[in-house]
Nanobody, 124 residues
């Protein structure tokens, strides 16, 4: 099993920045990709960004390209999401996920382990 714990979510004004963290523990050698998803009230969970844990290649959904950066600290088993130029539409619960696929997945079903989520609220 893999345990994922997110942190860093808070209330920020539009145009502000936040860095989310996701600490992984347990069988951390068992996954190859990690990702960030978000879910706004009344909406489905959507892919935000993904990273290949070993190689470091990344993928982003179009709405966050140029504003968000996903990264990982391999030694600390920690995933990050740097979010800049935040917009009110970025408001959501952000989830960290890990998967055994060797390719970055944008589908919720492509990930095997999930954190509990952290709330990000962007005020206008």
């Amino acid at each position: 099993q893999v345990q994922l714990v997110e942190s860093g979510g808070e209330l920020v004004p539009a145009g502000g920045s936040l860095r989310l963290s996701c600490a992984a523990s347990g069988r951390t050698f068992s996954y190859y990709v990690m990702g960030w998803f978000r879910q706004a009230p009344g909406k489905e969970r959507e892919f935000v960004a993904g990273i290949s844990w070993i190689v470091g290649s990344t993928s982003y959904t179009d709405s966050v390209k140029g504003r968000f950066t996903i990264s990982r600290d391999y030694a600390k088993n920690t995933l990050y999401l740097q979010m800049n130029s935040l917009k009110p539409e970025d408001t959501a619960v952000y989830y960290c996920a890990a998967g055994v696929s060797r390719l970055i997945q944008s589908r919720v079903a492509g990930y095997d382990y999930w954190g509990q989520g952290t709330q990000v609220t962007v005020s206008s």
